[in-house]
């Protein structure tokens, strides 16, 4: 994020990415789409959100697309969304 936001735009979107609220940032692996094996990055919403605050971008819009299914992980996995952020350059 640091590099991104080295290029100062007033506005960075993050789109169609696997953010959940109450987990921490992970990487996995999807396995549905043999015979490839896709690695995945799972982020932390509250996370993402204060590095970006730190960078002096805060959170003005956010949806979600869909949930997603990880059927293999614990209940506290199970609130993982498509989601979609748009954060926007502040002064301070």
């Known amino acids: ?3 991104v936001a080295n290029l100062n735009p007033k506005t960075i979107m993050i789109t169609d990415t696997a953010i959940g609220e109450n987990i921490e940032t992970f990487v996995c692996l999807q396995v549905n789409t043999f ?3 896709i690695p995945r990055y799972v982020f932390s ?3 993402l959100i204060g ?9 003005i819009k956010e949806d979600i ?6 059927h293999n992980y614990s209940n506290a996995y199970h ?3 498509h989601q ?3 954060f926007e350059k502040f002064n301070e």
């Open 1 to 3: 994020m640091g590099s």
């Open 35 to 37: 015979p490839r094996v």
């Open 45 to 47: 919403k509250p996370e």
């Open 51 to 59: 590095i970006l605050n730190k960078l002096k971008y805060t959170l």
């Open 65 to 70: 697309e869909n949930k997603y299914r990880f």
């Open 79 to 81: 609130s993982i969304f």
């Open 84 to 86: 979609n952020l748009i």
